[in-house]
């Protein structure tokens, strides 16, 4: 796979190159590719062929030549929807006697497995309204307390809402500040001015330490969160606003003192007993990564299936029947797999059953730490949290708290992070390469999947952007700016990216943290405390986001990829834009203009493009880029023939 360029021939999974859904079976789907013209000015391909596979033979369909657009013509062919999934790529055949294969991977001078082929899937589509949100992270003991008189559980060392928060070591999880459900439902304003449209609460089920993955049950809330009746406070208060709710549930394990095995402890012949993997009862049994205060679940036990999400009346049945607009699945990368036992496609399949019985427009996500393609071709999860294919890649092209990194600012700090599980520092990568480790993941997964993930800068479980950006590792706001640029950086491209924005809490105002549990300070509530310039930015490019449906729904066709700089577009029927990142100065890139509609584009975020002859020149300094590109008469002629 060569670097991308302009004259590249596009396909993508979005509605400009797909005939929306719904698909199904029997049924056939319009595809349609564009091909660039030479640079000669000749057509850039004479011929196209649909290879697909049905039933695991391959398929050849000819495509039919469409009419033109700037610099470039469509070409028209149906796919035929013979399996529930169905993989495709295309031949093209050049008049220059040019021998090329276009997959989700991109243009390949030769042949190609069929591991990197577009996938499309049937009888399955996320929620329309995903599409057009971002989403906000709230981990619930740290985002604001409703009382002060409120008292600490019992397992708890209450801790004053200024007090550092002890990031590893004892005492990390028995460290309690007092933020509730009524706090959050106090706040939601903020959210609001901030633009976000979904609130993601991580775990709020009564467990034994503050971030409650760890369930004692999941028949109530935590009372030191307010208890059930502050929950659908919150929903109500959040679904006056417009805002959507989304749960947090653990289908992998629970606590050891949930009230099912403490039932399965008590007595071998239970049916809770059946929940577990034991290997000697009652207390050694299987656990979540061998942490014994996290028994797993054996989903082969089907009353564990009926009780936590086969019905109206299991755990995820009853909670979405309350109000809530989704799940978030903890560890759903290992839900349902022990051994010889591989049953996570079921599992997600009857969740989501069950979800849309009660609520046919309930978004389930999946948490994958890594490479969730194999889990997302089925008819279970939406989309995943997408660190692999957007956080992992982003983080090494915009770290800039490495020795030498020559990204981040003087004042940056080298803070010596280790890199997601990695026993290595966060390395410094070319724009070529993560962009490779995007193309790669992404080819994974239907864009159905790709359009329903979220996008995270941070979350819960990492350390805070800012941090790696270079803004310090002392916790607390980053208050002198030094990881801001970059951090701005992250943030342009995580507004234009194809998937769902996810801001973790603080991170709008410029919160550091150096590991997952370092990250969740306590909210200042204070603006006094806010890194200005960053809630500012913030505000200001998801009300970008919001404004144009190309950012939203449209597809992502890479323009140019050098070493410090980003370039692609987003099409959509209705507008296409070019969007440019690029982390230092002096990289210069040239773009035909006649593939850019032909016209000077228009200016939506940052400076003008420079018009020379027939090129745009895109200005060779750090910074963030968005413009609109004129629509050309042919921009139409994608409708078939």
Same mark, same amino acid.
Request: charged share 25%; proline share 7%.
């Given at each position: 796979?060569?670097?991308?360029?302009?004259?590249?021939?596009?396909?993508?999974?979005?509605?400009?190159?797909?005939? +929306?859904? +719904?698909?199904?079976?029997?049924?056939?789907?319009?595809?349609?590719?564009?091909?660039?013209?030479?640079?000669?000015?000749?057509?850039?391909?004479? *011929?196209?062929?649909? *290879?697909?596979?049905?039933?695991?033979?391959?398929?050849?369909?000819?495509?039919?030549?469409?009419?033109?657009? $700037?610099?470039?013509?469509?070409?028209?062919?149906?796919?035929?929807?013979?399996?529930?999934?169905?993989?495709?790529?295309?031949?093209?055949?050049?008049?220059?006697?040019?021998?090329?294969?276009?997959? $989700?991977?991109?243009?390949?001078?030769?042949?190609?497995?069929?591991?990197?082929?577009?996938?499309?899937?049937?009888?399955?589509?996320?929620?329309?309204?995903?599409?057009?949100?971002?989403?906000?992270?709230?981990?619930?003991?740290?985002?604001?307390?409703?009382?002060?008189?409120? $008292?600490?559980?019992?397992?708890?060392?209450?801790?004053?809402?200024?007090?550092?928060?002890?990031?590893?070591?004892?005492?990390?999880?028995?460290?309690?500040?007092?933020?509730?459900?009524?706090?959050?439902?106090?706040?939601?304003?903020?959210?609001?001015?901030?633009?976000?449209?979904?609130?993601?609460?991580?775990?709020?089920?009564?467990?034994?330490?503050?971030?409650?993955?760890?369930?004692?049950?999941?028949?109530?809330?935590?009372?030191?969160?307010?208890?059930?009746?502050?929950?659908?406070?919150?929903?109500?208060?959040?679904?006056?606003?417009?805002?959507?709710?989304?749960?947090?549930?653990?289908?992998?394990?629970?606590?050891?003192?949930?009230?099912?095995?403490?039932?399965?402890?008590?007595?071998?012949?239970?049916?809770?007993?059946?929940?577990?993997?034991?290997?000697?009862?009652?207390?050694?049994?299987?656990?979540?990564?061998?942490?014994?205060?996290?028994?797993?679940?054996?989903?082969?036990?089907?009353?564990?299936?009926?009780?936590?999400?086969?019905?109206?009346?299991?755990? %995820?049945?009853?909670?979405?029947?309350?109000?809530?607009?989704?799940?978030?699945?903890?560890?759903?990368?290992?839900?349902?797999?022990?051994?010889?036992?591989?049953?996570?496609?079921?599992?997600?399949?009857?969740? *989501?059953?069950?979800?849309?019985?009660?609520?046919?427009?309930?978004?389930?996500?999946?948490?994958?730490?890594?490479?969730?393609?194999?889990?997302?071709?089925?008819?279970?999860?939406?989309?995943?949290?997408?660190?692999?294919?957007?956080?992992?890649?982003?983080?090494?092209?915009?770290?800039?708290?490495?020795? #030498?990194?020559?990204?981040?600012?003087?004042?940056?700090?080298?803070?010596?992070?280790?890199?997601?599980?990695?026993?290595?520092?966060?390395?410094?990568?070319?724009?070529?390469?993560?962009?490779?480790?995007? *193309?790669?993941?992404?080819? $994974?997964?239907?864009?159905?999947?790709?359009?329903?993930?979220?996008?995270?800068?941070?979350?819960?479980?990492?350390?805070?952007?800012?941090?790696?950006?270079?803004?310090?590792?002392?916790?607390?706001?980053?208050?002198?700016?030094? #990881?801001?640029?970059?951090?701005?950086?992250?943030?342009?491209?995580?507004?234009?990216?194809?998937?769902?924005?996810?801001?973790?809490?603080?991170?709008?105002? #410029?919160?550091?943290?150096?590991?997952?549990?370092?990250?969740?300070?306590?909210?200042?509530?204070?603006?006094?405390?806010?890194?200005?310039?960053?809630?500012?930015?913030?505000?200001?490019?998801?009300?970008?986001?919001?404004?144009?449906?190309?950012?939203?729904?449209?597809?992502?066709?890479?323009?140019?990829?050098?070493?410090?700089?980003?370039?692609?577009?987003?099409?959509?029927?209705?507008?296409?834009?070019?969007?440019?990142?690029?982390?230092?100065?002096?990289?210069?890139?040239?773009?035909?203009?006649?593939?850019?509609? #032909?016209?000077?584009?228009?200016?939506?975020?940052?400076?003008?493009?420079?018009?020379?002859?027939?090129?745009?020149?895109?200005?060779?300094?750090?910074?963030?880029? %968005?413009?609109?590109?004129?629509?050309?008469?042919?921009?139409?002629?994608?409708? +078939?023939?």
């Amino acid at each position: 796979m060569s670097r991308p360029d302009l004259r590249d021939p596009h396909h993508d999974g979005s509605a400009r190159f797909v005939d +929306p859904g +719904p698909y199904r079976l029997g049924g056939t789907a319009g595809l349609r590719v564009l091909v660039p013209d030479l640079a000669d000015g000749r057509d850039g391909a004479d *011929r196209v062929v649909l *290879r697909s596979l049905r039933d695991g033979e391959p398929a050849l369909t000819p495509a039919r030549a469409g009419g033109r657009t $700037a610099g470039g013509r469509w070409w028209h062919v149906a796919l035929p929807l013979t399996n529930p999934v169905t993989s495709y790529r295309f031949f093209l055949g050049g008049p220059d006697g040019a021998y090329r294969w276009l997959n $989700a991977e991109g243009v390949h001078a030769r042949d190609t497995s069929d591991g990197a082929d577009f996938l499309l899937r049937v009888d399955h589509a996320p929620p329309d309204w995903v599409a057009d949100e971002v989403a906000y992270q709230i981990f619930p003991d740290r985002f604001a307390r409703s009382s002060p008189d409120t $008292a600490p559980p019992a397992w708890a060392r209450e801790a004053a809402w200024d007090e550092p928060v002890i990031g590893s070591g004892p005492g990390v999880e028995r460290q309690w500040y007092g933020g509730d459900l009524d706090g959050v439902a106090a706040h939601l304003d903020h959210v609001v001015a901030l633009g976000a449209g979904v609130l993601y609460l991580t775990p709020m089920f009564e467990g034994r330490s503050n971030h409650r993955y760890d369930a004692v049950t999941f028949d109530r809330i935590d009372p030191a969160l307010g208890g059930d009746d502050a929950l659908l406070r919150l929903i109500a208060a959040a679904h006056a606003r417009g805002l959507r709710v989304l749960g947090d549930l653990t289908t992998n394990h629970t606590g050891r003192e949930h009230e099912w095995f403490l039932a399965a402890q008590a007595e071998a012949d239970s049916p809770e007993a059946a929940f577990y993997s034991f290997t000697e009862h009652p207390h050694e049994y299987v656990s979540w990564l061998d942490v014994p205060s996290l028994p797993k679940l054996d989903h082969t036990s089907t009353e564990l299936r009926r009780r936590l999400y086969r019905g109206a009346d299991s755990v %995820v049945g009853r909670w979405t029947a309350a109000g809530l607009d989704g799940w978030r699945i903890d560890v759903a990368n290992m839900t349902g797999r022990l051994g010889a036992d591989d049953l996570t496609h079921e599992v997600a399949r009857e969740i *989501r059953a069950t979800m849309h019985a009660v609520d046919p427009d309930a978004w389930l996500l999946a948490e994958h730490g890594h490479d969730a393609g194999a889990d997302l071709s089925g008819d279970g999860w939406d989309g995943t949290m997408d660190y692999q294919g957007f956080t992992r890649p982003l983080w090494t092209w915009l770290n800039g708290g490495a020795p #030498g990194a020559g990204t981040g600012g003087s004042d940056a700090v080298e803070h010596g992070l280790h890199f997601l599980g990695l026993p290595v520092d966060i390395p410094v990568l070319p724009a070529h390469a993560i962009t490779r480790t995007m *193309r790669e993941v992404h080819a $994974a997964m239907p864009w159905s999947a790709l359009a329903a993930s979220t996008l995270h800068l941070s979350s819960h479980d990492t350390p805070r952007f800012r941090t790696v950006a270079g803004g310090g590792v002392k916790g607390g706001v980053d208050h002198d700016g030094a #990881g801001r640029d970059l951090h701005l950086l992250a943030l342009a491209l995580q507004m234009t990216m194809p998937g769902v924005p996810s801001v973790f809490a603080g991170d709008e105002i #410029g919160l550091t943290g150096t590991n997952g549990e370092h990250a969740r300070t306590p909210f200042p509530w204070d603006p006094a405390a806010w890194d200005g310039a960053t809630w500012e930015d913030y505000r200001a490019w998801i009300a970008l986001r919001r404004e144009h449906v190309a950012l939203r729904r449209g597809g992502l066709r890479w323009a140019h990829v050098g070493v410090d700089s980003l370039t692609y577009l987003r099409e959509h029927a209705e507008q296409r834009l070019l969007v440019h990142v690029a982390r230092a100065d002096g990289e210069d890139v040239r773009l035909p203009l006649e593939l850019l509609g #032909g016209a000077e584009p228009t200016v939506l975020r940052g400076e003008a493009p420079r018009v020379a002859g027939d090129a745009v020149v895109l200005p060779a300094r750090r910074g963030a880029l %968005v413009w609109e590109l004129a629509l050309d008469a042919g921009w139409g002629a994608a409708a +078939p023939p």
